[in-house]
């Protein structure tokens, strides 16, 4: 006998929350940001908007499915089974959040501000929940490519935007940077690190150094089995080099890179507290991940 579909609804903490629990009260709040010019009546609306949302998609759930919220914080403390279907309402960067502890269920994004949200990965309003949900194994989804950096000791790093290659501290990172199934031709660099990036990351910080550089290679389109990669600021000297610093990965291609610092990271869509720690010698591969994220359409 098969389980209920679950719905595991995902949302943040509010500004507003973080606020009052910072402060201690809703007036030292306000006066807090009053003496800076600021409102929290903006703040508060917010709150009130996503706490609306969350009620709406929360009813909308189907009587016969189970339920569970989970807040963005603890994320890496839930189990995904395959039969949950993950309901995220918040902001476009919680989609990327949730993306890597998902392993093919079915994602639906709420956007809970309309108009202050991209939109891009939070597509649908939370009036549109229930008739989503109802119909959601029939609904269509779009495969959106994810990246993945795997070190050579099997520590293993998925993300839906970008990685980043460096130092914590984004100062300068010392490495050998080569390409695979390319002749073995190898690079020493020093640099600010380097980026890998997809198409759904093409909207975020790889469009920015996209455009930075000016390159010819077209952005990839987020469901393209093809990724962007860029070396930040390498430093030419006589033991470093700076030809090797921007390109594109194609179906099972990937970057190599060994370490030669006595500590780098590699961190996904912008969380550094979730970071794989690299040591003088240790080499890590980077490319497309066999994983998607079903976003539902």
Known sequence: ???????????????????????????????????????????????????????????????????????????????????????VVGQDGLVANVAKYLDGQPVVGIDTDPGRNPGVLVRHRPEQAAVLLASVVATGVDELTMVEAVADDTQRLVALNEIYLGTAGHQTARYRLGLENDGGVVEAQASSGVLVGTGT????????????????????????????????????????????????LKDSAALTLTVESDRLIAFGDGIETDALELTWGQTVRVGACDRRLRLVG
């Not at 909207?203 to 990839?220: A, F, M």
């Open 1 to 87: 006998m098969s389980l209920a579909p679950r719905a595991v609804v995902v949302h943040r903490t509010t500004e507003y929350e973080e606020l009052v629990a910072h402060h201690g009260t809703h007036g030292q709040a306000a006066f807090f940001l009053s003496s800076r010019g600021r409102s929290i009546e903006e703040v508060a609306e917010r709150h009130r908007r996503t706490r609306r949302a969350l009620a709406e998609v929360t009813s909308a759930v189907p009587l016969t499915w189970r339920q569970a919220r989970v807040e963005r914080s603890d994320l890496d403390r839930v189990l995904f089974a395959p039969e949950d279907v993950v309901v």
């Open 201 to 248: 990351g093409a909207t975020g910080w790889l469009r920015s150094l996209w455009q930075e550089r000016g390159t010819r290679l077209p952005l990839p389109s987020p469901t393209e089995d093809r990724l962007l990669w860029f070396v930040r600021e390498a430093w030419p000297s006589p033991a470093t080099g700076t030809s090797l610093v921007a390109g594109e």
